[in-house]
């Protein structure tokens, strides 16, 4: 965000005719002020104006600070519903502050002063020469010579009028622009976030969250009309492996926010001490995706980063840990060189760098291959019985869930019994497809490098050959960092690769994007309005109307009626299922899905694989980027296999399987 406020900024002010971005810098800001506290805006705005400094000069510098006041001011307005009135009244103080530094500062400095003036002198001089070229009149002279005469005797007053003006009208158009998206992100829960603890001294001091004891525990949502989470009674004790199960929706992640610190607001928590959040001997956390909680440049550094140089391991200490987590050897790594599971690997070393008693994992093996998961659970595992932790692993894999010691299953917030067959991804029995047509979408020597003119050039794919017929279902499937997702958005003609080609029906797909549909591994990115039906008619386009969103809505087996329903009141699956209507309602040649069943419970993934062998039967092509191998063996008609960036050499259906697991 503090990279786009500066880019705006220098653009602003290095370009006349792009002055109105300075405003746009607004923006980013605001959107930290909004979700943040003040702190973060004041960090951010401040490596702003450092940076800003030295790529544009002092003007820009000010500009920048300028800019993260009013943002704070909007941003801070809008989260607490204040309206037009306190926004113009604040932004006029600002105005009025900055204009007073300005003349100040011209008082000060005389050099500054007399070049200001001989500006703007010349600028009012040069306006009045064109403005009298166009309309010539005796009195343009005179009126400009009493002008310039005006401005130049009281410059202090134009100077803090223009700063209060100008200050005034950026806050209040910022407000105005700003307010609308704002509110919206204040409606969203964000699930992902780790929830607002407030740790004391006393906290700090002795952090002890396990044993924990939950009676009667119930959470609601901000505006929510009923409880996420409840009643719930449960106890988690030091040296037990707990995995928490239940469809989405069902209260998981709540349950890991309450263990990790958020109040209930119901209910009764019994604990020897806090939960201490990130400190030494208390609780850590694990997300869903590894990339959000990696900080460190180097695998060593991220193991020790934020810890307090008293607490900090040693070298010999960090090598131990990475050796642990199988990263030995590791330490030297640039961090972004790492695939999915060895970044969740990486993020459980520095989890146990802070000697936790309680270890949290919220959906820890979402995105990562299958071996990667496996090796992460069995890591788990052994956690609670080599350091006497608690563990809690959030999770929808009845593989994962059988290594636990206890199994707690939540159903609609509650806890019922568990029964492993619920999580079953039986794969479906149907009737053969129809065989797969002509050649539609046709890759030949397809590679790409990532900043390849520079000098951490990444090369992702090399030497692709591949030609997907029409009506095939196409299962593409490789290890973390293998080159599928590149190949998905080179597909999609949303990437144009450095070498080679990629055609749809003789035509480059970077030319007719479109044509080839590509669904997101999150499901929730591509769902960008209000409602259900106001993001199918948007996707679409101008000529989709109320009977094209009934069509899709029926293509993908959902109810009408959810058409007026607002997108974040969706299951995972439906949100999935709506994304796939945007793509469908554009009747698209292919349809190309990134992990389409990541993140969903087994009913969901049931649901989506059944869809997807309804499209495939309809003859749509698929390409499907999964590391779910059995559960899509009803749609999948051929297996590649991506083996760093290479197509692996197809045989038996026994490497094929392996590969999946690379």
């Known amino acids: ?31 930290i002020a909004h979700r943040h506290r003040l702190r973060a805006l004041a960090v951010a705005g401040t490596a702003g104006m450092l940076v800003s400094f030295v790529a544009g000069g002092f003007g820009t510098a000010l500009t920048m600070t300028i800019s993260g006041v009013l943002a704070g001011i909007v941003g801070v307005s809008v989260r607490r519903g204040r309206g037009f009135t306190s926004v113009l009244t604040l932004s006029l103080l600002t105005g009025a502050v900055v204009g007073a530094l300005s003349v100040l500062m011209l008082l000060i400095l005389s ?3 007399e070049l200001f003036l001989t500006v703007l002198d010349n600028s009012i001089r040069g306006s009045a020469d064109i403005v009298g070229r166009i309309a010539p009149a005796e009195d343009v002279a005179t009126a400009v010579a009493d002008y310039a005469s005006f401005a130049l005797g009281y410059w202090w007053v134009l100077v803090f009028v223009s700063a209060l003006v100008s200050t005034a009208v950026s806050g209040v158009v910022a407000w105005w622009v700003l307010r609308a998206t704002l509110s919206r992100l204040g409606e969203l829960e964000s699930r992902g976030e780790l929830p607002d603890v407030v740790v004391t001294p006393d906290d700090a001091a002795a952090p002890h969250p396990v044993p ?39 209260g998981k992640s709540t349950l890991a926010r309450i263990l990790v ?56 200490r960090v090598e131990a840990l990475l050796a642990e987590v199988g990263l030995a050897g590791y330490g030297l790594r640039d961090t972004g060189s ?9 993020a459980v070393a520095a989890a146990l760098a802070r000697e936790p008693r309680l270890l949290v994992a919220d959906e820890a093996t979402a995105m990562i291959d299958p071996e990667g ?49 619920w999580m079953s991804s039986t794969p479906l029995r149907t009737d053969p497809l129809p065989p797969p047509g002509p050649p539609l979408l046709v890759l030949r020597g397809v590679g790409h490098v990532y900043d390849r003119r520079g000098p951490w050039a990444t090369r992702a794919l090399e030497g692709i050959d591949l030609t997907v017929h ?63 039906s106001e993001d199918i008619e948007a996707a679409g386009g101008t000529d989709v109307g109320t009977i094209d969103v009934s069509r899709v809505l029926d293509q993908v087996g959902l109810d009408r009626r959810i058409a007026g329903a607002r997108v974040d009141e969706l299951s995972g699956g439906q949100m999935r299922r709506v994304a796939l209507a945007g793509l469908l309602v554009g009747k698209p040649d292919v349809l190309v899905l990134d992990e389409p069943l990541a993140g969903l419970d087994p009913p969901g993934r049931r649901e989506i694989t059944a869809l997807l062998t309804h499209l495939r039967r309809t003859g749509l092509t698929l390409v499907i980027i999964s590391h ?25 259906n026994d490497t094929i399987e392996r590969g999946a697991t690379r």
């Open 1 to 31: 965000m503090t990279a786009l406020a500066v880019a705006f900024s220098v653009i602003g002010a290095l370009i006349p005719v792009a002055g109105a971005l300075q405003i746009v810098a607004i923006v980013p800001l605001a959107v």
């Open 111 to 113: 050099g500054l002063r």
């Open 212 to 250: 924990v004891r939950l009676t009667g525990v119930t959470y609601r949502y901000r505006g929510g009309h009923d409880d996420a989470l409840g009643p719930l009674d449960l106890e988690i004790v030091p040296g037990r492996f707990v995995a928490v199960v239940g469809a989405n929706g069902s």
């Open 261 to 316: 610190g958020t109040e209930p607001t119901g209910g009764r928590i019994d604990r020897t001490g806090s939960t201490g959040l990130g400190l030494i001997g208390g609780t850590a956390m694990i997300l869903q995706h590894p990339e959000s909680q990696i900080l460190g440049t180097r695998v060593a550094d991220d193991v020790v980063w934020g810890l307090p140089a008293a607490a900090r391991p040693t070298p010999d």
């Open 338 to 346: 790492l695939s999915g599971g060895e970044l969740q690997r990486l």
């Open 373 to 421: 998961q496996r090796d992460l659970v069995e890591l788990l595992a052994r956690l609670p019985r080599r350091h006497g932790m608690a563990v809690v692993l959030i999770t929808h894999r009845a593989t994962e869930a059988a290594l636990a010691d206890d199994v707690v299953r939540l159903h609609r917030g509650r806890r019922v019994m568990h029964d492993p067959n």
């Open 470 to 532: 029409r009506g095939e279902g196409l299962l593409v499937i490789g290890g973390n960092g293998s080159g599928k997702s590149t190949l998905a958005w080179i597909m999609a003609g949303l990437t144009k690769p450095s070498e080679g080609t990629c055609e749809l029906s003789g035509k480059a797909t970077s030319s007719s994007v479109g044509t080839v549909a590509l669904s997101f591994q999150h499901a929730r990115l591509q769902l960008q309005r209000r409602t259900v």
């Open 628 to 652: 779910d191998v059995d559960t899509l063996a009803s749609v999948r008609s051929r297996t590649v296999v991506l083996d760093h960036g290479t197509v692996a050499p197809e045989s038996t």
